[in-house]
């Protein structure tokens, strides 16, 4: 068995340009957010998982996190994990990996460095991009 990560060292960052490029090649987008900032907004063809909930007693992390994700990417697809802007998105990350999701990258910046390249995002109707 791998030896486990502890910290982000082995986990590889990519920033949004090259994150736009290896979605545009195939990778899969993982949002690491709450159901609640998602649907504020997020990148096409997004899967949400939330890795933390916020709850009145601070951020909880999602126990269920990994179990959830293998119900919807397999351990050999190529993704992309992504978060507001890239703390929660590194952890959950390294969780992939230790889990043997071989191929997972960290998007450093998350969906607001996105926003900000001007990159095209999802928004509930209604609302401006």
Known sequence: MAPTL?????????????AKRLMCSGHRYLDVRTVEEFNKGHLE????????????????????????VSLVCNKDDHIVVGCQSGMRSLPATVDLVNAGFKHAKNMGGGYAAWVENGFVVKKPKGELQ
């Not at 502890?6 to 090259?18: G, N, P, R």
């Not at 063809?45 to 959830?68: C, D, M, W």
């Open 45 to 68: 063809n997004a899967i949400n998982v939330p890795y933390l909930f916020f709850t009145p007693q601070g951020r909880e992390k999602n126990s269920k996190f990994v179990e959830q």
């Open 6 to 18: 502890s910290s982000s060292e082995a986990v590889a960052t990519v920033d949004v340009h090259a």
